[in-house]
Each structure stands twice: as structure tokens, then as C-alpha cells.
């Protein structure tokens, strides 16, 4: 039976590889002249990365452009979390067969990862059997790496855990495994795998790289395995350490320099170590006043219904002098005229936006689901088709917006506010990604800031909103 554990009985673990091996990695790069692709299935999967572009479209002309730029890689929001399988597929297919028409147009190779939850939720396998199936070339192994620092997601042992005050929660035992278009009931992950498969694929198929493999034998232990790997196998990354992930994308690029394809199915943390970024230190805070003559108040659009978010939002509203303006949901998805509704909450966010005052655009805290997880997701789209209404309606730019909820900020960002590319310049807090948007959206250069909904202590979105007055 999984079982919560404290971290501090994983003393027995070998201690971290001793070398930095970020150089390393950018040593390797630029031999491999290979492009990083991160098609991100929603927009939280850009909280570890700085100076890296972000599209919300993914026609060939936009790809052979972003292919053809100087830097690293780049991401492709999908939000493909927030759609029904059959979509999430269609999707999926679209960009990759786009990707190789474009790369075959320039000559220049990529790479794909397939970004999602560091919580285990989102379609697979359906995202990466529909890569795989569309690559020309096959990837020989699928590395399924969900390790996520900032939010304290480790992978040990082939379990994955949520650490919160020095306890290892099994994922399986978190409210995130009850989610209900995505949940399971395995934290063990070849377990997991096997689960998600309906069992096409055993537990015992499941190659898995240990913490002992990487920590004693560094990156040639890890490609040893890694070349071993074949057709299409899924091999586990344990990780409780970025250094962890870093002697794994070593040993992988070494495992790559002599013939062998992988996809990556990770978190975040994954990705940056991938493109052989340095950590930094938060966003400085004048960085974020693009809007300095502007005397409008800030604006923080709430949609997730996670725990985390609803705590957070609690202590924003109790601790601060913004205005709240709630929409409520059960009344939204039942009354006859819905759009009276909206049209009243918008003139409410107009008026304090205008007087200079941030405002709080929230759901109600009462989460509605569907009778299956296809209803679930619909009733989820409506929603957040109604902050967007909300939203793409207003006269007034906000001095800032902060979007809390994966879904919630990619329909804010492509539907209310049209951008079609924007560069992550940063983090605000641990975590949380700010973005600055495109000259195409409706706010140019406007500091968006895209806030996991499941990411942060209580206290972080007050946070997030105080920096933005210092």
C-alpha cells in the first residue's frame, strides 16, 4: 500500500552528482544543432524558463520562422489539457506534421517534448502515441519524468510523491489523482503506466534509470541504460534533485550523439535543464512596470478550482484592498440568460480598472462537475469561455494581469487578449512564469503573469500582486 513517508528516511540515497554538468549539456547542444520543441498542454509548463518564446499558433510559415531563430528551443501551447481526447489528438497531429513539413523546409531538426502535469494529469498515452505515430522518424524510448521542484514533486524509488513539509504524499493519495477527467489511482509509476494503458503496457515492461544509477555512475551509467533502450519503451526518471536531471539529460544527449531518439514526457523542470539553462533569481520588480504612466488598477482573473488556488484567493481577498467580483458558477451554468450576468460583471471590473483600484475577477469556490469527464471538461470550457468574455470585453487596460489556473490563462491569453507569440521573461515567484506579450495582442509588452493553479503557499498570490506595487 502506498504510504506517506518523511523525506528524511531517504537518507540512505547516495548524495547528488558533485559536478555542475549545465555546461556540459550546452557543450553537447551545440554539437547536436538540434531544436527543442515543447508542445506544452497548457500554459504553466513555461514556470522554469527565461528568454524563450512562447506560440499559440503553429501554421508552417510560423514554425519555419521560429525554427529558423537563433534561439534554443521554443513552446507550443496546445492547452490540449482542456480538450476531449479526440481534439487533444487532432491537435497534437496538426503541429507535429506541421513541425516536419516546416523542418524539412529548412533543413533544421527538432526535438519534441511532451510538457504536462508534474501531477500526473493529461492525455496519456494518447499524446505521445500520437507523436510517436506521426514522427518520421520513431522515437526508441518515451522518458516519463514528472520531477518538478518548484512545486515540490519528486519522483523516488519509481513512486511519485508530493513534498509538502518534509512529507513524501504519495501522488496517488493527493486531490489531484481525483481529478475528474484525469484521475488514477497508481503512484508507483510503471504501476501508473501500465494503469493509463489499460495494461497494454505491464508495470514490469517499464524500464526505469534509479537515483543510485544516476548519483553513483553519473551520465555514462545513464546511457548505458538509455541505449538499451527500444522501441518506443517508456523508461522512469527518479529525480529529487535538479542535479538529478541534469546527469538524465546528459547521459541522454550522449545516448542521442550515437543514434538513439527519445521523447520526453515531463514537467517543467525538465525542460530547462533540456535547453541547458542556469537557474536565476526572480524577476526584479521594476521590470515588471511596462504600464508606469498608467494609473489603472491590476487585474487577477481566478478560475481554478484547486485546493491551493482556493486558499490563496481566501488570503488575497482578506489581506489586501482589492476588489472582488465574483462570478457564480451553479447560477451561470442555470439561469436562462447567462450573458446579463457577464455584461454586469464586466461593468463592474470596468469601473474599479478605471478608477485606478485592482480587482479580483474570480468562479465561485463550489466546483460543478459533469456525470463523466467528458462532461466535466465541457462544463470547465463554459466557464472559462465566460471569464473570457469578461475579459476580451474590457475598455481599460490593466496596469498588470495575473490569470490563476492553467486553462484560465491560455483562454485569457489567446481568446480574450489574441496573443499569437510571447516571450517568458522570467519568474515572479518560484514557479509562476511572466510572460511579455507580442505586439499582435490586445496589451503589447503587458506583463502577464500565468499562475499555476496548483503551485505556491497560502500566501503567494498576495504575493504576486504586491510586487507589482513595490
Same mark, same amino acid.
Given at each position: 500500500a502506498? %504510504?506517506?513517508? &518523511?523525506?528524511?528516511?531517504?537518507?540512505?540515497?547516495?548524495?547528488?552528482?558533485?559536478?555542475?554538468?549545465?555546461p556540459d549539456i550546452r557543450d553537447l547542444l551545440a554539437q547536436q544543432?538540434?531544436?527543442?520543441?515543447?508542445?506544452?498542454? &497548457?500554459?504553466?509548463?513555461?514556470?522554469?524558463?527565461y528568454n524563450t518564446a512562447?506560440?499559440?499558433?503553429?501554421?508552417?510559415?510560423?514554425?519555419?520562422?521560429?525554427?529558423?531563430?537563433?534561439?534554443?528551443?521554443?513552446?507550443i501551447l496546445t492547452n490540449s489539457r482542456s480538450l476531449n481526447a479526440s481534439e487533444a489528438e487532432q491537435v497534437t497531429l496538426e503541429i507535429v506534421q506541421n513541425l516536419q513539413t516546416a523542418s524539412s523546409q529548412t533543413g533544421q531538426a527538432f526535438e519534441l517534448v511532451s510538457r504536462s502535469d508534474s501531477t500526473l494529469r493529461g492525455h496519456f498515452p494518447l499524446e505521445t502515441d500520437t507523436i510517436t505515430s506521426a514522427l518520421s522518424q520513431k522515437p526508441d524510448g518515451i522518458l516519463l519524468a514528472p520531477y518538478f521542484l518548484e512545486g515540490g514533486r519528486v519522483t523516488v524509488n519509481d513512486t511519485h510523491y508530493i513534498l509538502k513539509d518534509d512529507q513524501l504524499i504519495p501522488a496517488a493519495s493527493s486531490e489531484f489523482a481525483q481529478d475528474a477527467s484525469f484521475g488514477y489511482t497508481n503512484s508507483h509509476l510503471p504501476s501508473w503506466v501500465a494503469e493509463k494503458t489499460a495494461n497494454h503496457i505491464t508495470a514490469d515492461q517499464v524500464r526505469?534509470?534509479?537515483?543510485?544509477?544516476?548519483?553513483?555512475?553519473?551520465?555514462?551509467?545513464?546511457? &548505458?541504460?538509455?541505449?538499451?533502450?527500444?522501441?518506443?519503451?517508456?523508461?522512469?526518471?527518479?529525480?529529487? &534533485?535538479?542535479?538529478d536531471l541534469e546527469v538524465v539529460v546528459a547521459g541522454q544527449l550522449l545516448a542521442e550523439a550515437g543514434g538513439k531518439r527519445f521523447l520526453a514526457r515531463?514537467?517543467?523542470?525538465?525542460?530547462?535543464?533540456?535547453?541547458?539553462?542556469?537557474?536565476?533569481? !526572480?524577476?526584479?520588480?521594476?521590470?515588471?512596470?511596462?504600464? %508606469?504612466?498608467?494609473a489603472a488598477g491590476g487585474l487577477v482573473v481566478v478560475g481554478s478550482?484547486?485546493?491551493?488556488?482556493?486558499?490563496?484567493?481566501?488570503? *488575497? !481577498?482578506?489581506?489586501?484592498?482589492?476588489?472582488?467580483?465574483? *462570478?457564480?458558477?451553479?447560477?451561470?451554468?442555470?439561469?436562462?440568460?447567462?450573458?446579463?450576468? !457577464?455584461?454586469?460583471?464586466?461593468?463592474?471590473?470596468?469601473?474599479?480598472?478605471?478608477?485606478?483600484n485592482?480587482?479580483?475577477?474570480?468562479?465561485s469556490r463550489e466546483l460543478v462537475e459533469g456525470d463523466d469527464p467528458e462532461r466535466s471538461l465541457e462544463l470547465s470550457r463554459r466557464v472559462s469561455t465566460s471569464l473570457i468574455r469578461i475579459v476580451g470585453t474590457l475598455k481599460t487596460r490593466p496596469r498588470f494581469l495575473i490569470a490563476k489556473g492553467g486553462i484560465t490563462s491560455s483562454d485569457v491569453a489567446t481568446q480574450a487578449l489574441n496573443v499569437n507569440r510571447a516571450v517568458v521573461i522570467g519568474q515572479l515567484l518560484p514557479g509562476v512564469p511572466v510572460w511579455?506579450?507580442?505586439?499582435?495582442?490586445?496589451?503589447?509588452?503587458?506583463?502577464?503573469?500565468?499562475?499555476?493553479?496548483?503551485?505556491?503557499?497560502?500566501k503567494s498570490l498576495l504575493e504576486a500582486v504586491d510586487r507589482f506595487d513595490i
Open positions: 502506498e %504510504t506517506i513517508q &518523511d523525506v528524511h528516511t531517504l537518507g540512505h540515497l547516495p548524495p547528488v552528482w558533485p559536478q555542475d554538468l549545465r544543432q538540434t531544436k527543442l520543441v515543447v508542445l506544452d498542454d &497548457d500554459p504553466t509548463g513555461t514556470q522554469t524558463v512562447v506560440l499559440t499558433t503553429w501554421s508552417v510559415d510560423v514554425l519555419i520562422k521560429e525554427l529558423q531563430a537563433d534561439a534554443l528551443g521554443f513552446y526505469t534509470i534509479s537515483l543510485e544509477t544516476i548519483r553513483e555512475g553519473g551520465p555514462e551509467a545513464v546511457k &548505458d541504460v538509455l541505449i538499451t533502450v527500444h522501441d518506443g519503451q517508456v523508461c522512469v526518471i527518479n529525480a529529487l &534533485d535538479p542535479r515531463t514537467a517543467a523542470s525538465y525542460v530547462q535543464v533540456r535547453l541547458g539553462l542556469a537557474s536565476r533569481p !526572480l524577476i526584479d520588480a521594476s521590470k515588471l512596470h511596462t504600464d %508606469t504612466q498608467q478550482y484547486v485546493p491551493t488556488t482556493t486558499t490563496q484567493l481566501a488570503m *488575497l !481577498l482578506e489581506h489586501s484592498d482589492i476588489i472582488p467580483v465574483e *462570478l457564480d458558477v451553479p447560477t451561470l451554468l442555470t439561469c436562462e440568460d447567462p450573458n446579463t450576468m !457577464l455584461r454586469q460583471a464586466n461593468r463592474d471590473v470596468e469601473r474599479q480598472l478605471a478608477a485606478g485592482d480587482v479580483a475577477l474570480f468562479t511579455q506579450l507580442g505586439t499582435e495582442s490586445r496589451y503589447p509588452g503587458l506583463a502577464y503573469v500565468v499562475f499555476p493553479g496548483n503551485v505556491g503557499r497560502s
